[in-house]
């Protein structure tokens, strides 16, 4: 008995290191605090203006980069499953359509909600450091690159150049810490979007058929078009909440600190 008492008492003491270690890694720091404040700025603020009468023009021009994403990743999906891409196009209304030959559907399809949630989970998470944000930016301004070859119309490409222009011009002032920020809020938005978009296509009901009805139609009646957008609307709001977890546990360094690293990233 007296092993097992001891092997027991180990586990326990084990047990009790780790808990205190995803403790202190999720404990935000001063510096976190003020990026968790931000994110609920954000939130509040685009929730408030999203439907707002005049004052959401506001939001149109992130509105249609979220759009943009949301297409980049059925197009990124596509590519990987052998299909070709025909064109991505944006409009004004807030929609978007990629055209392709070839490739699965059931890849496809969900990609767009999944891809871009995750995209904007990638950006949460990197909009609490700024050299992350700084590499986040690339990797965002290479998505908005491919955009752009698969564009078929103005203001798709008008969207692409636009935000392209904004990411250059914050990289440079301040060694990117204004960077940071747009990261983050193009990261929430992304986020918000995806979540908003799934209810609205299932909830209210638009007039234009959704991607989570084309799946449901694809995988014969296995699940209706509504529990396929419950999932997918979990999963985003899974991605966003890790978004913010793994930013919390990643990034630790002070605003001092952070800009010591940028400045010596790029220029």
């Known amino acids: 008995m007296a092993p097992l008492q001891a092997d027991y008492e180990r586990y326990l003491v084990a047990r009790q290191v780790v808990a205190d270690q995803a403790v202190s890694a999720l404990t935000p720091t001063s510096d976190q605090k003020i990026t968790l404040i931000i994110i609920g700025v954000y939130t509040a603020a685009i929730l408030v203006l999203w439907n707002m009468p005049i004052v959401k023009i506001v939001l149109s021009p992130f509105k249609l980069l979220t759009v943009g994403l949301h297409e980049f990743s059925h197009a ?5 499953t052998c299909a070709k891409i025909e064109s991505i196009e944006i409009d004004p209304d807030e929609g978007g359509v990629t055209r392709m030959r070839g490739g699965i559907p059931m890849c496809t399809l969900p990609a767009g909600y999944l891809g871009s949630s995750l995209i904007g989970a990638i950006l949460v998470m990197c909009g609490f450091n700024i050299l992350a944000s700084k590499i986040a930016s690339i990797i965002l301004g290479v ?4 955009v752009l070859w698969w564009a078929k119309n103005w203001l798709t490409r008008g969207i692409g150049v636009l935000f392209i222009g904004v990411m250059i011009f914050l990289w440079w002032l301040e060694h990117g810490v204004g960077l940071k920020y747009f990261v983050l809020f193009v990261g ?11 209810l609205d296509d299932l909830v209210f009901r638009k007039l234009h058929e959704s991607d989570a009805s084309k799946f449901a139609q694809v995988c014969g009646s296995c699940m209706s078009s509504r529990v396929w957008g419950v999932f997918w609307f979990i999963v985003s709001l899974i991605f966003f909440i890790a978004g913010i977890l793994i930013g919390l546990a990643a990034f630790k360094e002070d605003q001092q600190t952070q800009q010591q690293q940028a400045s010596g990233f790029g220029w």
């Open 76 to 80: 990124f999906v596509g590519c990987l």
């Open 143 to 146: 998505c908005l690159l491919f």
């Open 188 to 198: 929430v938005m992304s986020c918000l979007y995806c979540l908003w978009d799934i």
